[in-house]
């Protein structure tokens, strides 16, 4: 049989590499069984009573928000809209045309607070007029998910956003509203059964 003929480019190649069988150094088998001694003595000598000095010096009071000068904690209203209401009436206040009406210039924003309190605490389902448009979308109730402070800081900062300019609401105008309503036990049924807005 002939031996295959060998090509210049062939001869260039460096040989295929193999697997040898030279073992791990010593000093990097040193070096792994110490760190594993360290990790167990680190461990078993460990104080799972952790001494609070060890954290950031915070106090679970400090954690819960900054406190007024009434006692109330201050509540952020930007952030709760920012987590509950911008998914539909938008970062930017101008709703989804048809569905989630605008807050920017809304009248009912703008109005009476004790009927934009109930409107948060009980929600919207069926068709509402809002700035001359009509919207058929549903908004929920947030009675039982927030308080009067946190409803009246959501409030205050709607009506004080887009070109907005109405008076903060109280967390005492929510609980008015959520004492007037407390029988309420469905959304409010749109314009009509929601009452005129000022």
Known sequence: ????????????????????????????VMIAGLLLVFGVVYI?????????????????????????????????GAALYASLCAACHQASGQGLPGV??????????????????????????????????????AMPAFKDQLNDAQIAA????????????APEVSAETVAKARAEHQARSAPFAGDKELPPHD
């Open 1 to 28: 049989m002939n031996e295959p003929d060998i090509l210049p480019q062939q001869q260039r190649e460096n040989p295929e590499p193999h697997e040898r069988t030279n073992p791990m150094p010593w000093y990097l």
């Open 44 to 76: 078993t000598q460990a104080d799972i009573e952790t001494p609070s000095a060890w954290g950031d010096g915070r106090h679970a009071a400090e954690l819960a928000g900054q406190r007024k000068a009434a006692g109330g904690a201050k509540v952020d």
């Open 100 to 137: 989630f009406p605008p807050l920017a210039g809304s009248e009912w924003v703008l109005g009476k607070d004790s009927t934009t309190a109930a409107i948060l605490l009980h929600g919207i389902n069926g068709s509402l007029t809002v700035k001359g448009g009509s919207y058929n979308g």
């Open 154 to 165: 959501v409030l205050s900062h709607v009506r004080s956003q887009w070109g907005n300019s």
